[in-house]
């Protein structure tokens, strides 16, 4: 793991154990043990333990009693939630930017989706994910608002993990996903309101619902196995 010096030791090697829930190398429930890590990544276990704290912050831990720090489940209620309280950020952001937005502020997002396009045309699903939240992160700043983006920042890694699930679940998402960015920014360009509240309306209620459908199939075929092997 390579260190950067502008970013606390504790915070990198939360974000290289966040990567690891997100792309799920880490599945819920899985134990995090403290001295593995301290030896894997020769750190002190103080570091790892701020590491732990800030990913509960992130939700993408739970640090429970004579247990110690796990992979949060990600339930079909968690994942409704999620994308339920992601809408109305996402709206609120969407808001401001309609107000505040300049044409020219348009033109990194009309090259993000033009990276999208080709990404998700040749169905390389990493590059479209890291493209995905280039654009979230170059639109959270619209919303003026030091609130917001601290929400957002925090639910940063639970979204990404719901997303990533998403894109890898049906091969046609990734040209959803570019549909609803094409969509988002025409609203904004067109000071639309209305309707851009309605298109992540649609989007989040859409893709809740697929990851939970993934979720729920899962837990079926997890049930199935377990009946079959106690036969």
Known sequence: MQFKANDSLSE???QHLGQQIIRGEMLPGDRIQE????????????SVREALLILQR????????RRGAVVKDLSESQV?????????LLGLVVRK????????DLDVFIELIHQLSEQAASRDTQAFFDSSFAFFETLYPYARND???????NLDPAIRRAYYM???????EMKECLGFFKATIETIFRRDVR??????REFAEHQSSLVQESIQRARQIEAAWGRRKQR
């Open 35 to 46: 001295l593995r890590i301290t030896s894997e990544l020769e750190v002190s276990r103080g």
């Open 12 to 14: 990198q090697i939360a």
């Open 166 to 172: 998403a894109i890898h679940i049906d091969p046609d």
């Open 58 to 65: 992130r939700h993408l831990i739970d640090i429970l009693p």
């Open 97 to 104: 930017a309609i107000k505040v937005m300049k044409e020219e």
């Open 80 to 88: 409704r939630s999620l994308y339920e309280i992601a809408q109305v």
């Open 147 to 153: 609130f917001v983006e601290d929400i957002l920042a």
């Open 195 to 200: 309707s851009a509240l309605e298109i992540i």
